[in-house]
């Protein structure tokens, strides 16, 4: 697990080698930091925060009022909080605001949220006039170990999750960890969530770290959350690297995410993510057990820490196992409509079978994995 | 001007080097040969074709069923034509569209048309589930010889042209010069205009070939249209070659492009594209001229070729300075609002100073040219 140090004082946590390579810091208070001023003077000198009306009032305006303090032009620009605004409407609400300011080539655009707000900025980031330097901050664990790294940028439709998107990777990614204080803890839960996939699907130290470090990460003790965020980030980092545009070793960050999306699609996003990615998380490994790909011992674990961390592992009410077959159809990675899926072959490794990382699965069996997981 | 020899038979007529390399094949008939359809057949098994109310027609049918009979499964899917159909509604009709035809990742997208329906195609197509496999069949000259060449996609918005887009670059660009038979005149003539920037900017040969070559190429002339075309390409493949992130030297591109936009946006893109650039380069011209950097004799020649092909020179009525300074000041050019322009030194060859291929021209100059522009 501790292939970089831990960041207890400020530093580079890592240098993602992708089309662009970029840095991401980790330190508390990074933000008040001449670097990371620096570093956006650096970039441009008039810049648009994307930011929702929560992280707005949070930290919004008084980062506008740093970085303008340090003589940089800046517009704070929020839309409403939740993933019902990652749309394509929100995305052109945000480009009609940065149009009527007369934003152009020469600014940039810092997202500042969790991974609906660094999504959807990144996404009109990548696309205003055709692309201008972008710098996240995420501000919840899943956006800090999950949504800013790879550069993944989308909306949703009704259709699905990120059906409309871009892969644009930012000029860097400033991590401020004392964000997470003001954190509800059903967010926080959420982004333990993809901790637990990044564990489960690469590194079987970091699932052990999670499994005996509960009760410290569960109260956000300041002494774990650096190798929580850091190395979870690691793992992220590894995998897309490996394979930016998603055509093999990237599928793995999808384990737990064939049932997670049609969870969200059916409860039309009333679902968090985390939450739904935990039940899809325990129905996927269900599957690779059924199979005999997964030893019974392993199928345990994945679901006792989910358990344990006071993720859901059961099915939400007044959901139809047909519903769920038909948007898992609809999913980005289905075949010829054949719905398809990583399978764990042990904590911290998954089924590669030439080259494929995900497996198509015969409708039936997929009926009868939702009818397995119990219902609430 | 001989860089690469002429096509007069089926050739690979460029290998175009980008971030994804890619080729533009030219034939007249090429839609019809075997080469075309492997090619179809090697990328993706199930197709949209995206065209518009007039290609679908000319076209888009004919296609849709030669390739359906060769084993493809091909969808048709057209927008009402015209650069007013150049928006992000557009783009999202045609998403949804694709997104209850329930197209995935393992699909790809044809764009057959001109400049409007390649670059709406090539936008959809880049932000698809981040991304589908594209093929370009342009079917104007404008398409042929600028639009298809170097992977720029967008849409409009009142504020400016392709403030909103991509670079993204096609599988293959497929060029059939029989389209052109059924091009309108002033189209033709629209396509011209780009032809002799591309002249103006980088090959006097090139320019010569026009002036002398005028009667054939006016009249469709098979036996020059090859050369018309594929010597108008290699010098836009030469240049995003060069510079596929318009940092540098494809800001020669835009020659003429800067007063160009600037009559789109102030006339509502009622005046066509290659109109407004065949003023735009005589305003431009006029302004080189007028600082000391372009001689009288090369203003000259700009003036005359246009004039010769019969293409606009004179200001549409009821256009008012102050309307095309403002829209000149939204450019993506603009630093700071201050109008920059591409500066002509000679046929063939443009001012770089300091590795900046575009000037800021201060506002009473840039008034002083709009005001020595003849009136219609």
Known sequence: MAHEPVCTVMMKLLT????RPHAAYIEPGVLLSSSFFDDCRSVAERWVIIADHTTEKLFGHQLQKNLYERGLSVELVAFKSG???KTRQTKEWLEDQLLQKGFGRDCGVIGLGGGVVTDVAGFVASTYCRGLPLILIPTTLLGMVDASIGGKTGVNTPQGKNLIGTIYQPHAIWIDPLTLN??????YKNGLAECIKHGAILDPTYFAFL??????ILTKDP???????????HIKKTIVEEDEREQGMRRLLNFGHTLGHALEVVTRYALPHGQ??????????WLAKELGILPEDAF???YSILKNYGLPTNLPEGISASDLLQAMQHDKKAKAKVPRFVMLEEI?????????YCQSVEPQLVERMIESLPRQ
Chains 1, 2 share one sequence.
């Open 182 to 187: 003001s954190l509800p803890f059903v967010e």
């Open 276 to 285: 739904a990615v935990a039940i899809g998380m325990v129905g996927e490994s």
């Open 16 to 19: 993602i080698s992708l089309k």
């Open 300 to 302: 345990d674990r994945i």
């Open 211 to 216: 499994e005996e470090e509960r009760v410290q």
């Open 348 to 356: 911290g490794s998954c089924l590669e079978c030439e080259g494929e």
């Open 83 to 85: 993933e019902g605004q």
């Open 223 to 233: 002494e774990v959350l650096p190798t929580l965020i850091g190395e979870s980030c």
